[in-house]
Every structure is written in structure tokens, then in C-alpha cells.
């Protein structure tokens, strides 16, 4: 076995590892990042195919991280940002076998037929005045009954959750999935009030970070645009299709057994490792060297989820498709979708002319089975739903199919905990470092802002201990 040494190993190319490895790379360290497929991206891919752009995981972003817009301003050159349309602003929700537009004024929620009348009035009295959180963890559906009451809870709630996290509002915790909102669920009585101060309160705050994109974005080539240029930028830093064997600590440094196709398996030492594979695959690599962590990431639970792209002719479908789609609350159960987009509605480049591109989703903690069922199934189900609901007249003329098995990670109550359990074990092994979306965030935004601060903390260490830079980089494969 051939051993060689860097300052720095990453494992994992999602976009967690990604962005920690490009912000190590920028302090001036010596970093090799190691992925096991051909691509890079992890869920964060897209595809260009017949004239579609194909997003195979997530389908935009609200830019609210400054790491975030950092990365994409850096990356700027090589990737362009696209906002959404203005019809994109129009969201619905199904429920009884209809789609309803989801009120966003209070001559919307009178009319609306989404709520029935003692729901508008208890959502209406929640805003104005309602019991703040107490001292005890509580669930989204705990938080949302307080505040608005059960129909708001189980009608609305429940499917803008489900389109976040695929998840059950009644296990998710509300500190852990939304941690910016429960300050302020701790603290307001009047959640009405405190959004019409929040113009004063900015004006009061001058550290406030003014954003550059607003709104809804995407990329010109897809978001996977972004992971593909990051991946670019590490170069020979990057070694795809290697596989981890294992992992030692030894002697103050991190010993990285890889496979790289049918070549011998190889060994690189590092004095820091950074591990940004998803939380199955981390606990297999840590059960030598951090047991106790390896024992909890087993306990993460995730969400499976089906993700198809079904391409139609504009002719083939009678409703207009304005909007960004619609979401499906739990108490549905005859409705075997949980949410739709409708994406060349929300960004018009993603299907050529005269054509639409519709984003299905099945599965997560509804149908956990949905990404084991066949191809020829998962379409069916998909058309047969739509068919009268879009008044679609024709078969799609293209069908693309992702599938993710435990893919999105369920923050139950006590995951905060749990979470701090896991970084007490990595702690003692110096230069062992986590990332991962099953941390602090599931969305993009998330995943870079841990990222960016894992590095800082690399970079603190290395100036801590010293560095172990290597002049010349070996050759990974």
C-alpha cells in the first residue's frame, strides 16, 4: 500500500463536504477530498436532457446565509443566478379532492374555502395574541395547536412540513427543524405585532446582513451547477469513485484506507479529518475510533423519497399550471402524492417551448416503501393523480427517476441533545471534525454555513499544532 500525507482529508462530495473542503482549501491548506462516485454533488445534481433541466434533488434556494451567498458570489464566473417568477408566488395546497390557493392577506383568508370558518377565526386569533412556548420541548403539531389551533395545524402546517423535511409534524421537533423560530415563539405573545415591527427592527439593527439575491433562485444550469463548479475549482484535491475502506487514528494523525476502482486499496494520513457523509455511512466509519458517536448516528432517522420529473406537451394539459404548486397535508390518505411543483411555472428554462415539466413527489414518513416500488409503478401513481386534477390528456414524453433512501433527516424531539452527545464523543479525538445535513439544517443554506465554520475550526487547529503540508500532491489514483 502506497501511504502519502495531507494537512486535511474530506470525506463525502455532497455539498457539505464540498463547500468544507473549497473553505479549507482557500486558508491555505493542503486538502484532498475523497467522494465514491463518478459525480460530485451528492442529492445537489442536475441533468440537461431533450431540452429539460432535470433537478434530481433540491429545486431552489432563499439565499439567507451570508456563507452561502458567499459561495455563489465567489463562484459567480462560472455560475449564474436566476430568480423565480412572479407566478411562482402563487402556492396551493390539495385537500378533498381540489386545489386551494394558499391566502396570503386577510381578504384572501375570509374567502378562502381551505379553513373552514372556526379555523379562519382561531388562525386569526392566534396571530393576534397566543400562549408562548414554556420551558419543555414541544413538536411542530404541539407548537402549531397552540398558536392557531388543529385545523391550521393538520391543513397547512402539515404540508409546508412535509415539503421541507417529508415528515410527521407530530415527531419533528420544533427547536431542532426551525431554530430561528423558536426564539420567537419563547418570546411573542402577538405574532401579528411582531411582524409589523420587523421594518423598525432592521432599521435598529446595523449589523443586519443585507442580502444580494432575494426571493426564490435558482441557477442557469440547475443548482447542480454550483456542485459541479465547486468540484471543478479542487481539481486533482478531488478524488471521485474512491471508496473508504476505514479509518484509524494513530499517533496524532487519521489513517484513510480508499479503493479506487479495481486498483489496490492505498492509504493517505492527514492530521485533521473531516467526515461529510450522510449519518449511515459516518457511523460506519467512526465505530473504531469514536464508538460512542458511531452508536448514536445509527439512531438518526431519515425519510426515504421518490423524486420524478415527468416532462408533458403544453397541448396535453389543461390547467394553467400558475404557481409553484401545491403540497399535500397528512389527512389525505387517499392522495398518494405528498407535493408537486410545477417548475418551468417557477423557472421557465427548465422545459423547452411548447412543453411542461412537472416535479412529483412520493414517499417520505407517509409511504416509507414508495422508493422501493417499480418504475412502471411510481408513474402510475404519479399520472393517475394528476390526470384529472391538471386535466392531463396525454402520457409524458419524458420520465426521469430519483430515488433516495434515507435521504432527509428527521430532527425528533430530543435530536438537539442527541446532536451534542455526538460532538462530546468526536471531541476526543483531536482534528476529528462532522458535517452533514443531519446536524444543524437540511437545506442548502445549512449544510454551507456548518460547512464554513468546520474550517474555520481546521484552520484554528492547524495554526494550533502546525500543518503537515506536502510540497508536491501525490497522485490518488
Not at 132 to 140: C, F, R, S, Y
Not at 167 to 184: H, N, T
Not at 284 to 299: F, G, I, N, S
Request: glycine residues 10%.
Amino acid at each position: 500500500m502506497i501511504e502519502t500525507t495531507r494537512d486535511v482529508i474530506v470525506i463525502g462530495g455532497g455539498i457539505s463536504g464540498l463547500a468544507a473542503a473549497w473553505y479549507v482549501k482557500r486558508r491555505g491548506l493542503d486538502v484532498c477530498l475523497f467522494e465514491a462516485e463518478d459525480g460530485v454533488g451528492g442529492c445537489t445534481r442536475t441533468a440537461a436532457r431533450d431540452g429539460f433541466l432535470l433537478e434530481k434533488g433540491p429545486f431552489n434556494v432563499i439565499v439567507r446565509d451570508p456563507a452561502f451567498e458567499e459561495i455563489l458570489a465567489e463562484f459567480s464566473g462560472k455560475v449564474k443566478v436566476v430568480s423565480a417568477s412572479r407566478a411562482a408566488r402563487a402556492r396551493f395546497i390539495y385537500r378533498k379532492g381540489r386545489l386551494w390557493k394558499v391566502p396570503t392577506n386577510p381578504v384572501a383568508l375570509a374567502a378562502t374555502g381551505l379553513l373552514g370558518f372556526s379555523g379562519k377565526l382561531r388562525l386569526l386569533a392566534g396571530l393576534l395574541r397566543s400562549k408562548p412556548a414554556g420551558e419543555k420541548e414541544e413538536t411542530i403539531e404541539q407548537v402549531a395547536v397552540r398558536r392557531f389551533g388543529r385545523e391550521v395545524a393538520d391543513t397547512l402546517v402539515s404540508a409546508v412540513v412535509a415539503g421541507i423535511f417529508a415528515g410527521d409534524i407530530k415527531r419533528l421537533s420544533l427547536p431542532a427543524c426551525f431554530p430561528g423560530v423558536a426564539p420567537i415563539d419563547r418570546e411573542v405573545r402577538s405574532l401579528l405585532a411582531y411582524g409589523l415591527g420587523a421594518p423598525i427592527r432592521a432599521k435598529r439593527n446595523p449589523n443586519k446582513h443585507k442580502r444580494r439575491w432575494r426571493g426564490l433562485v435558482s441557477l442557469e444550469g440547475g443548482l447542480g451547477a454550483l456542485t459541479a463548479a465547486i468540484g471543478d475549482e479542487l481539481g486533482d484535491d478531488l478524488a471521485r469513485a474512491c471508496r473508504i475502506e476505514s479509518i484509524r487514528s494513530d499517533d496524532g494523525e487519521f489513517e484513510v484506507t480508499y479503493e479506487h476502482h479495481t486498483d489496490p486499496p492505498r492509504r493517505l494520513r492527514s492530521r485533521q479529518l473531516v467526515i461529510a457523509s450522510p449519518a449511515s455511512e459516518a457511523a460506519r466509519l467512526l465505530v473504531l475510533m469514536a464508538p460512542d458517536a458511531a452508536a448514536l448516528l445509527k439512531t438518526v432517522a431519515s425519510a426515504s423519497l421518490a423524486v420524478l420529473n415527468l416532462g408533458f406537451k403544453s397541448a396535453d394539459i389543461g390547467h394553467p399550471l400558475e404557481g409553484f404548486g401545491f403540497l399535500v397535508p397528512d389527512g389525505e390518505p387517499g392522495f398518494p402524492l405528498m407535493g408537486v411543483l410545477w417548475a418551468d411555472s417557477i423557472f421557465p428554462h427548465h422545459a423547452p417551448a411548447d412543453h411542461r415539466l412537472i416535479r412529483v413527489f412520493i414517499g417520505g414518513s407517509r409511504d416509507p416503501d414508495a422508493v422501493s416500488r417499480s418504475d412502471s409503478d411510481l408513474v402510475n401513481t404519479a399520472v393517475d393523480s394528476l390526470r384529472g386534477l391538471l386535466d392531463i390528456s396525454g402520457a409524458p414524453v419524458l420520465v426521469d427517476f430519483c430515488r433516495y433512501r434515507a435521504a432527509v433527516p428527521q430532527y425528533y424531539l430530543g435530536h438537539r441533545e442527541m446532536v451534542g452527545r455526538i460532538r462530546e464523543s468526536v471531541a476526543a479525538q483531536p482534528g476529528l471534525h462532522l458535517v452533514g445535513n443531519y446536524l444543524e439544517g437540511v437545506s442548502l443554506n445549512d449544510c454551507v454555513r456548518l460547512a464554513k465554520r468546520v474550517a474555520g475550526e481546521v484552520g484554528a487547529f492547524s495554526q494550533e499544532r502546525g500543518t503537515l503540508t506536502v510540497t508536491e500532491a501525490p497522485t490518488l489514483r
